[in-house]
């Protein structure tokens, strides 16, 4: 493999050098193949490079790498179309006749490879297939944006929400987006397509007082509930351990997807610096978590492993999984306290809506904001404030009763 600028003969007769450079190498059939490449020299001598590691997967008879083959399709269509010719790429073409089964199989692979979680990925492909088999669609070149028009419209009949509709839409051109980038597509046919305006409903907290009950009340509660999926599987979590959920959700800030991860390891139980550590790998903003816990949170988890004895790899909520669904546990443990499911504006109550509690409480307690968003673990001091603290009640009655007290009979 060499680059050079050959000579050539202008009008006038005489030698000049090409702008661009030219690559000479010998392809994957031992045939000699020359190119024009790129004026710039660092842009040939990659080309180059990328070139030879072409050959080797084409000589080897191995699939090509994605992100190899997504570069060669970034590349100007004069570069494409000789190595297509060569027989080094594969033709843009030759995809259209390939099923969407197939492609939507890869798909999946590549958002696995990605490091997208199992239920990300199903839920997406799941959103794929559902618009696929409505539209009949059979390979790439059935794709079209009117269909998915009528899809989205059919979803509206059937009153499902902006949100819903509006995952399905990013599903469909995400994987379109997919196709286009690994060369399968020449353009993406649903790009243009705008989400719709969704409103989402403002999450309620709880008063501390009511936080309280809420704990005790659960404790006592008998009820377990139980998931039924698919398979059939029962899913249980008895009053005492959804109790100690809602208290860890409730007093750390833990997100639902993040309590799931907890191992009895992450808990460090001493009396000077109780923590929760949770590894960038398990967190939403994928940094590592250094969590503070309360006194009392700490001594209840002490008994609590105690009774239980786990071993240290052990789920800290044995029997929460992915496919549990805390928010209407906690809306049925509300009605058993005879607590509102509704916050005093309004607001529902769910599950995320402890982390909104253990923020607020935070943001009424005097505590710096800084320290607040610290704990949030958030970047902006502004989604910790505006969006998920919230003014209490009480906390406003008490500024009003410091402002100055004026005599009534002052007018009279």
Same mark, same amino acid.
């Given at each position: 493999?060499?680059?050079?600028?050959?000579?050539?003969?202008?009008?006038?007769?005489?030698?000049?050098?090409?702008?661009?450079?030219?690559?000479?190498?010998?392809?994957?059939? &031992?045939?000699?193949?020359?190119?024009?490449?790129?004026?710039?020299?660092?842009?040939?001598?990659?080309?180059?490079?990328? /070139?030879?590691?072409?050959?080797?997967?084409?000589?080897?008879?191995?699939?090509?790498?994605? @992100?190899?083959?997504?570069?060669?399709?970034?590349?100007?269509?004069? =570069?494409?179309?000789?190595?297509?010719?060569?027989?080094?790429?594969?033709?843009?073409?030759?995809?259209?006749?390939?099923?969407? $089964?197939?492609? $939507?199989?890869?798909?999946?692979?590549?958002?696995?490879?990605? #490091?997208?979680?199992?239920?990300? /990925?199903?839920?997406?492909?799941?959103? /794929?297939?559902?618009?696929?088999?409505?539209?009949?669609?059979?390979? /790439?070149?059935? =794709?079209?944006?009117?269909?998915?028009?009528?899809?989205?419209?059919?979803?509206?009949?059937?009153?499902?929400?902006?949100?819903?509709?509006?995952?399905?839409?990013?599903?469909?051109?995400?994987?379109?987006?997919?196709?286009?980038?690994? #060369?399968?597509?020449?353009?993406?046919?649903?790009?243009?397509?705008?989400?719709?305006?969704?409103?989402?409903?403002?999450?309620?907290?709880?008063?501390?007082?009511?936080?309280?009950?809420?704990?005790?009340?659960?404790?006592?509660?008998?009820?377990?509930?139980?998931?039924?999926?698919?398979?059939?599987?029962?899913?249980?979590?008895?009053? *005492?351990?959804?109790?100690?959920?809602?208290?860890?959700?409730?007093?750390?800030?833990?997100?639902?997807?993040?309590?799931?991860?907890?191992?009895?390891?992450?808990? =460090?139980?001493?009396?000077?610096?109780?923590?929760?550590?949770?590894?960038?790998?398990?967190?939403?903003?994928?940094?590592?978590?250094?969590?503070? =816990?309360?006194?009392?949170?700490?001594?209840?988890?002490?008994?609590?492993?105690?009774?239980?004895?786990?071993?240290?790899?052990?789920?800290?909520?044995?029997?929460?999984?992915?496919?549990?669904? *805390?928010?209407?546990?906690?809306?049925?443990?509300?009605?058993?306290?005879?607590? *509102?499911?509704?916050?005093?504006?309004?607001?529902?109550?769910?599950?995320? &809506?402890?982390? #909104?509690?253990?923020?607020?409480?935070?943001?009424?307690?005097?505590?710096?904001?800084? $320290?607040?968003?610290?704990?949030?673990?958030?970047?902006?001091?502004? @989604?910790?404030?505006?969006?998920?603290?919230?003014?209490?009640?009480?906390?406003?009655?008490?500024?009003?009763? &410091?402002?100055?007290?004026?005599?009534?009979?002052?007018?009279?």
């Amino acid at each position: 493999m060499r680059f050079f600028k050959p000579l050539y003969k202008n009008q006038n007769g005489q030698k000049k050098r090409t702008i661009r450079f030219y690559l000479d190498f010998v392809d994957h059939a &031992s045939r000699r193949r020359r190119m024009p490449a790129f004026e710039s020299q660092t842009k040939t001598e990659i080309l180059s490079k990328k /070139i030879k590691e072409l050959i080797f997967f084409v000589y080897q008879s191995e699939p090509l790498d994605g @992100l190899l083959l997504r570069w060669f399709f970034s590349q100007p269509q004069r =570069i494409q179309r000789k190595l297509e010719n060569w027989g080094l790429l594969p033709k843009q073409e030759s995809f259209d006749d390939i099923s969407l $089964v197939k492609n $939507v199989a890869d798909y999946q692979t590549s958002l696995r490879a990605g #490091g997208k979680s199992e239920t990300h /990925i199903q839920g997406t492909v799941n959103r /794929i297939r559902a618009i696929i088999n409505f539209c009949g669609w059979k390979t /790439i070149k059935d =794709i079209e944006a009117f269909g998915v028009d009528r899809y989205l419209q059919n979803l509206r009949t059937a009153n499902r929400s902006a949100t819903t509709i509006n995952h399905y839409q990013a599903a469909l051109r995400a994987f379109c987006g997919w196709l286009k980038r690994y #060369g399968r597509m020449q353009n993406n046919p649903v790009d243009f397509m705008n989400k719709l305006k969704t409103h989402p409903a403002q999450r309620g907290i709880l008063t501390a007082e009511q936080f309280r009950t809420l704990i005790e009340k659960t404790v006592d509660n008998k009820q377990e509930f139980y998931e039924i999926r698919r398979k059939k599987l029962k899913f249980q979590l008895s009053g *005492p351990s959804r109790a100690t959920l809602y208290l860890v959700a409730g007093l750390t800030g833990f997100r639902r997807g993040e309590l799931l991860s907890m191992r009895w390891s992450d808990v =460090i139980l001493n009396e000077n610096n109780p923590a929760i550590l949770l590894d960038g790998s398990r967190t939403k903003n994928h940094r590592n978590a250094v969590q503070p =816990i309360p006194n009392g949170l700490c001594r209840m988890l002490f008994c609590w492993k105690q009774t239980l004895n786990p071993g240290s790899d052990e789920p800290l909520f044995h029997n929460f999984t992915e496919h549990g669904r *805390p928010s209407e546990w906690i809306r049925e443990d509300l009605k058993a306290a005879n607590l *509102p499911t509704k916050d005093y504006e309004g607001r529902k109550i769910d599950f995320h &809506s402890l982390r #909104g509690s253990y923020i607020t409480f935070l943001a009424n307690s005097q505590t710096p904001v800084r $320290v607040t968003q610290e704990l949030a673990r958030h970047s902006n001091p502004a @989604l910790t404030m505006n969006v998920y603290a919230k003014v209490l009640p009480e906390i406003q009655k008490q500024a009003v009763r &410091s402002l100055p007290d004026i005599n009534p009979l002052l007018l009279y």
